[in-house]
Every structure is written in structure tokens, then in C-alpha cells.
């Protein structure tokens, strides 16, 4: 059983321009949670998703960030126009019908 | 009220000795708590968890205490190994699925050989 997918591992952007991220959950996982940390800092939750629903998104910057979790394909994590300070690891999480959550390898942005 | 707090910041072990991280949290309404094991460039691992109806939970060489009535809860790796060198995050939610893990700002552990 293949755990959570993100891709691409690393993203290379300039400010300015578009950054996408994707994750695959687990399978028969329909719950997925976003994540950012900074570097030496904890992870601070960004958006909670189920198909085609955000459920809390209290996380999330109110501009430029933006979440979706299609019926068919990945979660998407879209950052629109990006300053330097989005410099971070991005980490996905997915879940079942549980509580308990399992993280993806992180998709680490740089912002050149 | 929704923090959780953790210490130490960093932890240096011998090995073979035990390395000892402490957590607290305020929110009543927590009920489970779970640790996560993070090596340098990987995701965070689900290491073992708890639910505030034991004391102790014990996982090989890992165990979680938890203290209720101080509202506070620790993870112990006993006879620890170099390769048990990493960040280790502590958290709180409760059980219901839509509620959000609040994460705790991670002990860097490092075993001495």
C-alpha cells in the first residue's frame, strides 16, 4: 500500500510566479490536511479537505493560497504570486475514517 | 488555548541513556496525542499515541506518560541509539476527524555514539 505521494520533492520558483503542489493520499484515504514549516519551527496546519469540500481552512493566508481536492486526481496546494516568505516545506497528510493522520515526504518551495 | 507546548528545544543523549521530551496543553478538550518522528528531509512519522484513559502506553523502547489532571504528557525512549537522532513533534486533537492536530515546535534529539 503506497503511502502519501507529493510531488514534485523540491520547487524552484521565482516571486512573482504561480507555485502548484500535489498530493495523493493514501489509499482509501478521503481526508487531507495541508502544512507548512519553516525551517527549526513546528508544523503549522493550513486547510482540511475532503472531496470536492474544504472543511476548515483557518490556516490558510486569506490571499494568493488556495486549496482543492477534486473528485478524481490529487489535492492541489496553489500559491499565486510568490514572495519570498513562502519559502517553506509544504506537507500533506491524509486520513481515513480515523484520527490519526499520515504525512507525506513534503514538497520543499524555494522562492529565488 | 490551543498551543501545545514542548521542551527541550534540543536534547543531546549518550547512548544507551534514556532521552526524555515533555509536552503540556491547556484545551480540556484534547483527547488524543500522538508523536511524530522526523528525520532531515523526510515527512513527519507517526511514532506511537495516546488517549487520556491510561497513564502510560509503551511501544518497544518508546513510552508516552500522560498526566490528565496536569495536563501534560512525555515521551521516553529508553536504551537510545544513535539512529534515534531527529526532530520529535508532539500533538494534541481530539477524535473527531474534522477537529486539526495541533503540533507542538519539535525537539531536535541527538544520540551520541
Known amino acids: 500500500n503506497a503511502g502519501v505521494m507529493q510531488n514534485p520533492r523540491h520547487l524552484v520558483r521565482r516571486r512573482g510566479q504561480e507555485a502548484r503542489l500535489r498530493c495523493s493520499p493514501m489509499k482509501g484515504h478521503s481526508h487531507v490536511y495541508w502544512y507548512r514549516q519553516l525551517p527549526e519551527e513546528g508544523l503549522k496546519f493550513m486547510v482540511y479537505?475532503?472531496?470536492?469540500?474544504?472543511?476548515?481552512e483557518s490556516g490558510m493566508p486569506k490571499e494568493r493560497f488556495s486549496a482543492e481536492f477534486p473528485k478524481e486526481g490529487p489535492s492541489i496546494l496553489r500559491i499565486q504570486q510568490v514572495v519570498r516568505g513562502d519559502s517553506a516545506a509544504y506537507f500533506c497528510a491524509s486520513s481515513q475514517e480515523t484520527y490519526e493522520q499520515y504525512f507525506g515526504p513534503g514538497t520543499r518551495l524555494t522562492v529565488t | 488555548q490551543q498551543q501545545v507546548k514542548q521542551s527541550p528545544q534540543s536534547l543531546i543523549v549518550q547512548k544507551g541513556g534514556i532521552s526524555i521530551i515533555n509536552c503540556a496543553y491547556e484545551?480540556?478538550?484534547?483527547?488524543?496525542f500522538p508523536w511524530y518522528q522526523q528525520f532531515p528531509g523526510k515527512g513527519p512519522a507517526l511514532l506511537i499515541a495516546i488517549r487520556p484513559d491510561v497513564s502510560e502506553k509503551k511501544e518497544g523502547r518508546f513510552t508516552i506518560s500522560f498526566n490528565k489532571s496536569a495536563k501534560q504528557f512525555s515521551l521516553h525512549i529508553m536504551d537510545s541509539q544513535p539512529g534515534d537522532s531527529a526532530t520529535y513533534f508532539c500533538a494534541a486533537s481530539s477524535m473527531n476527524r474534522d477537529d486539526k492536530i495541533i503540533f507542538g515546535k519539535g525537539t531536535r534529539l541527538h544520540i551520541l555514539p
Open positions: 479537505l475532503q472531496k470536492e469540500n474544504i472543511i476548515d
Open positions: 484545551n480540556t478538550a484534547f483527547d488524543y
